[in-house]
């Protein structure tokens, strides 16, 4: 029987082939550079913890991000919340790599991690789901009832285990997207959520991704794909080309390159720099986002 893919299908299918291919270099590259790994991981924290809480509407900008979590004092007043939104993200985004090996996600370790995420801002809803009459709107979207959370979750949980036969990009962006969805927490929904999904890569031995705030308007259209046609095609390619920006980040890193902007690269190499970007935007070039600005690894 001939099977037609659509062209969603096939991108994607493209796309995992191409992260299959750089996890295999990967893990060549990575033999014997824990150390330089690890590195790697921390600096990543005040990017993860920048763009995540950005995503939410935190005005701290990355570098007011950096400092708070390096407990530098700031130029101008930042609320206590948005203080210990930073740092106390930064705590669960630091604890994964290790709780990720060390146990599967289950009910309790997401309970768990919201508490780590809620504590000092909100104590009276850290650590729990929603409950009785409490309901959450996002955008135009009202979340199911409370009494609804926990089937949905346990509903999720069974089928991502249950679909370990396909690719994680489709399996994780499925996972997400259903995550949101039942936003079973009265607060810290899409941070807790962002957290599994490096979560779950970790443990299945894939690099963590890093959504980025620059992104957001593509990512809510994700959702509203999700809520109007139960479709996961458009948070497929965020995962995506987020995946592939990680591992071409850390095999920059790992293979020794020379690590320059691709303002220089496109210098050097007498090449349109709105085309590189073109071309990075899409991750069919082997760059990749740092701090907000686009770089590539040279062969020295």
């Known amino acids: 029987m001939k099977i037609v893919y659509s062209l969603t299908m096939t991108k994607v299918l493209n796309v995992f082939g191409r992260i299959h291919s750089l996890r295999e270099r990967y893990y060549g590259a990575a033999t014997g550079k824990e150390a ?48 210990f939104e930073a740092k106390n993200l930064a705590r669960v985004v630091s604890c994964i790599g290790k709780k990720s090996k060390e146990q599967e996600l289950t009910l309790p370790v997401i309970l768990s991690l919201h508490e780590m995420l809620i504590s000092n801002i909100r104590d009276d809803i850290a650590g729990r789901f929603r409950n009785n009459n409490e309901y959450v709107r996002v955008g135009s979207h009202i979340a199911p009832a409370p009494q609804e959370v926990t089937s949905r979750l346990e509903k999720m949980l069974f089928e991502y285990n249950g679909a370990s036969h ?21 607060d810290g929904n899409g941070r807790i959520g962002r957290v599994i999904n490096n979560f779950l890569l970790i443990r299945e031995g894939f690099v963590p991704i890093n959504i980025k705030f620059i992104d ?5 259209a994700a959702f509203r794909e999700f809520d109007e046609k139960g479709a996961t095609g458009i948070m497929e390619e965020i995962v995506g080309k987020a995946l592939t920006n990680s591992y071409h980040k850390r095999l920059a890193y790992l293979e020794g390159k020379k690590i320059i902007t691709l303002n220089e690269y496109a210098k050097l190499n007498r090449l349109s720099h709105s085309g590189l970007i073109n071309k ?8 990749f986002l740092e701090k907000g600005i686009w770089k590539i690894g040279m062969d020295q």
Do not use: C, G, M, W
């Not at 920048?50 to 930042?78: C, G, P």
């Not at 957001?216 to 809510?220: D, E, G, L, S």
């Not at 990075?280 to 760059?287: G, H, K, M």
């Open 166 to 186: 396909e690719n994680i990009i489709k399996r994780l962006a499925k996972l997400h997207l259903s995550f949101e969805y039942t936003h079973p927490f009265v």
């Open 36 to 83: 330089l790994l690890e590195l790697i991981a921390e600096a990543e924290v005040a990017e993860q913890v920048y763009n995540s809480n950005a995503i939410e509407n935190s005005t701290l900008s990355f570098e007011e991000t950096e400092k708070i979590l390096l407990q530098i004092d700031l130029d101008r007043y930042i609320s206590e919340r948005e203080i």
């Open 216 to 220: 957001r308007q593509k990512y809510y």
């Open 280 to 287: 990075a935007n899409r991750q069919t070039i082997e760059a």
